[in-house]
T-cell receptor
Framework: NAGVTQTPKFQVLKTGQSMTLQCAQD?????MYWYRQDPGMGLRLIYY???????DKGEVPNGYNVSRLNKREFSLRLESAAPSQTSVYFC??????????????FGPGTRLTVT | QKEVEQDPGPLSVPEGAIVSLNCTYS??????FMWYRQYSRKGPELLMY????GNKEDGRFTAQVDKSSKYISLFIRDSQPSDSATYLC???????????FGAGTRLFVKA
């Protein structure tokens, strides 16, 4: 099992460009998440998908859109990148449907720089 | 006020020291309390969790929750250079979809 995979690993964009970050999991998890991590700010939730076919906003959704393509894949799109979106982006997944399914499994991250 | 507060450090200790990492949280309804460990340029991995209050021990690591003071602690005994990482506390409600993370504390263990 590969767990949670993310592509690309690194990306440099110019202000105004668009891009899509891809995430896939092979653990048959229902819930998937997108976070950004900035120094001193910890992990902040951008969007999440509780199950296939649903998506919801997290703490910092502005400037982002998501698509839950199927149970395995959850993509994050930046329509018009801004320097404030320079960050490390993590995708995560979790089994849901049980109160004890607390653990999230994270991908290796995408380092994005917007100039 | 942030829902979870964590001192970002950095915290530097000599090898063999006992390390104490702490977080406070604001909502008494949180029931799951977790510690994730994140090595440099990697994704976080779950280290320990506790449900409700009390202590949980796993080898050199002890997680402690004091719900009366809304305080979460992680103790590392006989710290090793391989423990050098960022430690993130996290909380969530029973049945909830979202996990709320602290800012993370960077720990350096010097050989």
């Amino acid at each position: 099992n590969a767990g949670v995979t993310q592509t690309p690993k690194f990306q440099v964009l110019k202000t105004g460009q668009s891009m899509t970050l891809q995430c896939a999991q092979d653990m048959n998890h229902n819930s998937m998440y997108w976070y950004r991590q900035d120094p001193g700010m910890g992990l902040r939730l951008i969007y999440y998908s509780a199950s296939e076919g649903t998506t919801d906003k997290g703490e910092v959704p502005n400037g982002y859109n998501v698509s839950r393509l199927n149970k395995r894949e959850f993509s994050l799109r930046l329509e018009s990148a801004a320097p404030s979106q320079t960050s490390v982006y993590f995708c995560a997944s979790r089994v849901s449907g049980s109160p004890s399914s607390y653990e999230q499994y994270f991908g290796p991250g995408t380092r994005l720089t917007v100039t | 006020q942030k829902e979870v507060e964590q001192d970002p450090g950095p915290l530097s200790v000599p090898e063999g020291a006992i390390v104490s990492l702490n977080c406070t949280y604001s909502n008494s309804a949180f029931q799951y309390f977790m510690w994730y460990r994140q090595y440099s340029r990697k994704g976080p991995e779950l280290l320990m969790y506790t449900y409700s209050s009390g202590n949980k021990e796993d080898g050199r690591f002890t997680a402690q929750v004091d719900k009366s003071s809304k305080y979460i602690s992680l103790f590392i005994r006989d710290s090793q250079p391989s423990d050098s990482a960022t430690y993130l506390c996290a909380v969530r409600f029973t049945g909830g979809f979202k996990t709320i993370f602290g800012a993370g504390t960077r720990l350096f263990v010097k050989a």
